[in-house]
Nanobody
Framework: QVQLVESGGGLVQAGGSLRLSCAAS????????MGWFRQAPGKEREFVAA??????????ADSVKDRFTISRDNAKNTNTVYLQMNILKPEDTAVYYC????????????WGQGTQVTVSS
């Protein structure tokens, strides 16, 4: 079982930046993918970005491409994934969730508790 703990959310003005972190623990990660999803009020949860732990390949939603960057720190005993968010827009306001899942299918089974990101106009 994988445990995921997010941090780094907050309030920022449009055009600003935030970096989210997700600390993962519980098992090895060589065959895992890690991802970020978000859910705005009244909307369904949507995919934001993902990274394959083994080779570092990254994937992004069109709405965040060229503004957000997902990265990993797989140093020994430090399984952490980051989401650097730049040029933030009010429509980026949502609860952001970290997720872990299968690297081959990019299907996610484990979820963090979420962290709120609010972008003011």
């Amino acid at each position: 079982q994988v445990q995921l703990v997010e941090s780094g959310g907050g309030l920022v003005q449009a055009g600003g930046s935030l970096r989210l972190s997700c600390a993962a623990s519980g098992r090895t990660f060589s065959s895992y993918a890690m991802g970020w999803f978000r859910q705005a009020p009244g909307k369904e949860r949507e995919f934001v970005a993902a990274i394959k732990w083994s080779d570092g390949n990254t994937y992004y939603a069109d709405s965040v491409k060229d503004r957000f960057t997902i990265s990993r720190d797989n140093a020994k005993n430090t399984n952490t994934v980051y989401l650097q968010m730049n040029i933030l827009k009010p429509e980026d306001t949502a609860v952001y969730y970290c997720a872990a899942g299968d690297s081959d299918t990019l299907s996610f089974r484990s979820w963090g508790q979420g962290t709120q990101v609010t972008v003011s106009s």
